[in-house]
């Protein structure tokens, strides 16, 4: 069981880091923050691209592969 939990914490570690290199990446879409600190400035050149779209599937699977980490290591903390 060691092995298991030492593993799940490599994933939720990597996976964590990951996620939020990914976020990081997202374009702001005005209103925020980023409005504040000029990053409002930018032209908005038509709809969502493939690349954007891409990057949220992408966000969305190192979520849903961080989550299943934190739900394995709660699994083995409970019942090892």
């Known amino acids: 069981m060691d092995v298991l939990r030492i593993a799940l ?3 939720v570690v990597l996976s964590g880091l990951f996620l939020v290199l990914l976020i990081l990446m997202h374009k702001g879409k005005g209103g925020g923050l980023s409005d504040m600190f000029g990053g409002g400035v ?18 969305i699977i190192a979520s849903l592969i961080w989550f299943a980490a934190i739900v394995g290591l709660g699994l083995v903390a409970r019942f090892a």
Do not use: D, M
């Not at 930018?42 to 966000?59: H, K, Y």
């Open 42 to 59: 930018s032209s908005n050149l038509g709809g969502s691209s493939i690349a954007e779209r891409n990057l949220n599937r992408l966000t």
């Open 9 to 11: 914490q490599a994933l």
